[in-house]
C-alpha cells in the first residue's frame, strides 16, 4: 500500500474520530461523574491517545468500541493514579434547575449532587457499565462488546451500580463506608 493510500485511510479515521466527539464527550463525562472540566479532559486525553496510536485500530472492526474502549482503560489509569492524589470535587457546578418553588429547587440540586458524587465514588469499573448502558443508551450486548466482558458481567455490574447510586443518596457518603 503506498503511501498515499495509507494517508487516505488515516483521514478518513480521523473524519470518522471527529463525528464521534459529541457521543464520546458524553461517555467522558459520565465516566468522570458529570465533571464537565474533568470529561473534557479525558476527551481531550482519549483522543489525543487515539491519534497516536491509530495504527493499532484494526481495519474491520468498530472504531467507535475501539475508542470506548481506550477511553474506559484511560479513565480507569486515570482513577487509580489519583486514588493516592484524592479527588477534587466543585461542589458549586450550577445547574439548570426545574420549577419556581426554591424548597422544591434545593432538593433537586441536592438529590443531584449526590447523584454525581455517587458515580464519582463508584469503583471506575461499575462506573464504565453505568455511564454506557444508562447515560450513552447502549444496549447491554454493545456494553459488553465494548468493556470486553460478558453480557452477564454488565448486568451484574449494572445491578450493583444501580444500588450503589441507591444506598449512596440515600445513606449519604459518610455513612457508604459502614454499608
Known amino acids: 500500500m503506498g ?18 466527539l459529541p457521543r464520546l464527550r458524553r461517555f467522558c463525562r459520565g465516566l468522570c461523574g458529570g465533571d464537565v472540566d474533568r470529561g473534557d479532559d479525558l476527551l481531550q486525553a482519549a483522543v489525543e491517545r487515539a491519534l497516536a496510536r491509530i495504527e493499532q485500530w484494526q481495519e474491520g472492526t468498530s472504531l467507535e468500541n475501539w475508542l470506548f474502549r481506550l477511553t474506559t482503560n484511560l479513565h480507569i489509569d486515570q482513577f487509580r493514579s489519583q486514588k493516592s492524589k484524592g479527588i477534587k470535587v466543585d461542589v ?70 444501580r444500588h450503589f447510586v441507591e444506598v449512596y443518596v440515600r445513606r449519604g457518603p459518610e455513612r457508604m463506608v459502614a454499608a
Open 92 to 161: 458549586e457546578a450550577a445547574f439548570e434547575l426545574p420549577g419556581d418553588d426554591e424548597l422544591e429547587r434545593l432538593e433537586f440540586r441536592s438529590e443531584l449532587e449526590a447523584v454525581r458524587d455517587a458515580l464519582a465514588a463508584m469503583a471506575p469499573e461499575l462506573n464504565a457499565v453505568m455511564t454506557a448502558v444508562v447515560l450513552d443508551g447502549q444496549s447491554y450486548r454493545e456494553a459488553a462488546d465494548l468493556l470486553g466482558i460478558p453480557i452477564g458481567t454488565v448486568m451484574s455490574r449494572l445491578s450493583r451500580a
Open 3 to 20: 503511501v498515499a493510500t495509507e494517508r487516505c485511510g488515516a483521514d478518513a479515521v480521523r473524519t470518522r474520530i471527529v463525528a464521534f
